[in-house]
């Protein structure tokens, strides 16, 4: 499935950036392959439209914001945040500003620190992280980084038990132990939640971590997946300790996405510093990113064209392929794929003269 090539993915909302990225002027980001750009209103709330000028398309995240319009640092034009152009400097006032001069504006808002943005209009709200706010809990930004990698690789990654032992045998895979354990997965309104427990490893550099020094801890774990690239997991140490990691998995375009990971824990500062939090879960990540970018980002969706072979423990990437292309259906689309893809029309060969 390429990304930019499925209209209803325009139609969820994204995490682009922490809102305080905001703070010293308007920021550029690419997203499903549109550049588009974000600015802080005057009341502190994130607007956004298409990152382009309709005087002379010069990119306006290289302008400034005026209250709470942006304004293009080529000739000064400024748009509100509905994508109206409302001044024109070097129109005197007899000259109206010309009709239909505007931009495409898109949805956005500020939820749990991040900007958000959907390009057109949403079919659902941005998924709920029931922690954020919860007294007790502590909220911590942990990654921010591109992946060259899709989103989709990333969901089912996130749900996929049979890669811990090869890809994190560094950290906490136990590669004597490859059988994976079994979720039971229902299947939801926003995607699915999927639950089981799991023995790991829990080495010295882990203890703070998960609160116990014992040699093996179980992770007690209620995941859960929210159409189309964002999911939970939500992990309960018998120690009890929560640690809640949110990640959603913002496509850029075909193959790059910014991969976004919060973490909510139930513990202090003194007991794990947000730092340790940071450089643990970072390690881990890391594993799964080097693999991931080694994968074909045209993931095969439709399991019938067989271009990938599955196991048992794949049952929740294949509910997530099912559950993708029944969106896709609901609105009149089909999964647009490379080698579906008309094929591009060689130039005439130039003849050249000889001299
Ligand atoms: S290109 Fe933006 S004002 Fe001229
Ligand atoms: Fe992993």
Redesign the pocket.
Known sequence: MLVTRQPVLRRFWYALFPVTDLDDGPKPFTLLGEHIVVWKKSDGSPAAARDR?C????RLSKGWVEGDHIV?G????QYDCSGACVKIPQLGTEHKIPAGARITAYHCQARYGYVWVALDDPLRDIPDFPEDGQPGYRRIFQLYETWRSTPMRLMENSFDNSHFSFVHKGTFGDLDNPLPSTYDIEETDYGFEARQSVSILNPPQAHDVTGSTEARVTRHMVNRYYLPFCRRMGVSYDSGIDHMVYNCATPIDDERMVLVQWLYRNDTEQDCSTQKLIDWDTRVTREDKDILEATDHDVCMDTRRKEEFHMPSDKPGLIIRKQILALLAEHGEQEVFRSALPPIVAAPARHTQEA
């Open positions: 000028c005087h002379r398309t010069a293009c080529y000739h000064g034009w």
